[in-house]
């Protein structure tokens, strides 16, 4: 991003115990910007009238696409009646949530497809966390308390889980290269390297 914009919005998708939320963390710490990830899920969930936990359900299933629902918004806003399901409502207000917190000023979202909802900006860094298998089986038995016989399982089960929301939502495929701007091997990095290059690289931004 020579001549690059100025950075305003990092949104960060990740693999499972890739450490993408703590990086996420440390870079909204060290730019003093907020953060959001799960806040998104809880605010969609209360304005839906429904719990977190439903939602996360849905996205297990959910074969409908965000597009969908956007098409719908949009012929809804020019006076077309549009049927909108229960399950495109939520991913829709988790879009326009997300929207709102860009509008608001500089911010880090993870995960929730916020690169792809937020494409027609210029001024969004979008950073993908990866990380081999034996650190993340590690970091899942240490810091989140997976058992570690059920570990390698796990990774597997929130990857897919991750990967077909991010589908369901773009038609894209979640670990694709073109999607982002930033893809990190916190593995070989390390988690406090990763989020030092993401700031780095918004602060120069909006030096130059």
């Not at 909204?28 to 839906?48: C, D, F, N, T, W």
């Not at 027609?120 to 038995?141: G, S």
Request: hydrophobic share 40%; charged share 25%.
């Amino acid at each position: 991003m020579d001549g690059m914009e100025k950075i305003a919005i990092i949104t960060i998708e990740r693999e499972y115990a890739s450490g993408g939320s703590e990086i996420g963390k440390r870079v909204s710490q060290r730019l003093g910007i907020p953060v959001y990830g799960h806040e998104i899920l809880e605010m969609a969930a209360k304005r839906g009238n429904t719990t977190p936990e439903y939602i996360e359900h849905l996205e297990e299933t959910d074969t409908n696409s965000l597009l969908y629902s956007l098409l719908m918004m949009a012929k809804t806003a020019v006076g077309q009646p549009a049927q909108i399901s229960g399950n495109d409502a939520l991913n829709l207000l988790e879009a326009r949530i997300i929207e709102e917190m860009a509008r608001r000023g500089r911010c880090v979202i993870v995960g929730r497809c916020a690169g792809w909802i937020l494409r027609d900006r210029r001024d969004v860094l979008n950073v993908f966390i990866h990380a081999d298998e034996e650190t993340r089986i590690k970091r899942a038995v240490e810091v989140y308390g997976v058992p570690e016989g059920q570990a390698a399982a796990t990774l597997r089960q929130f990857d897919r889980r991750r990967a077909n929301f991010y589908h369901a939502n773009t038609n894209l495929a979640w670990k694709e290269k073109d999607g982002y701007h930033m893809v990190l091997d916190s593995g070989k990095l390390g988690i406090g390297a990763c989020a030092d290059l993401i700031a780095h690289l918004v602060e120069r931004s909006r030096a130059a």
